[in-house]
């Protein structure tokens, strides 16, 4: 019912810049939060960033003062615009949205998942 899709990955050199965006469609009554993960090779995921409805946002330690999280609500997707980027920011980024969707005779809140986009940064 709900589907998220990234783009924007792909092969950048160290110092380079990268954005990614993620669409979300499908049914919702709103949207809570939207954000973005990423997985290192043989590592866990970790919280790259987020955004809250309201526009709050916050990131990780390592992505401060060079990754950028935006919204379009119109267009329900959000952004991650990635500068100075390092070899270890190389990963699969996941986009992550957590909306209020209908259902049985009421609403709840639910998580849902993108594919995931690779991002690799050479030496």
């Known amino acids: 019912q709900v589907q998220l899709v990234e783009s924007g990955g792909g092969l950048v050199q160290a110092g380079g810049s990268l954005r990614l965006s993620c669409a979300a469609s499908g049914s919702f009554f709103s949207i809570n939060t939207m954000g973005w993960y990423r997985q290192p090779p043989g590592k866990p995921r970790e919280l790259v960033a987020y955004i809250t409805s309201g526009g709050s946002t916050s990131y990780g330690d390592s992505m401060k003062?060079?990754?950028?999280?935006?919204?379009?609500?119109?267009?329900?997707?959000?952004?991650?615009q990635m500068n100075s980027l390092k070899p270890e920011d190389t990963a699969v980024y996941y986009c992550e949205l957590v909306a209020t969707v209908p259902g049985a005779g009421s609403r709840y809140r639910a998580e849902y998942w993108g594919q995931g986009t690779q991002v690799t940064v050479s030496s």
């Open 65 to 80: 003062g060079r990754f950028t999280i935006s919204r379009d609500n119109a267009k329900n997707t959000v952004y991650l």
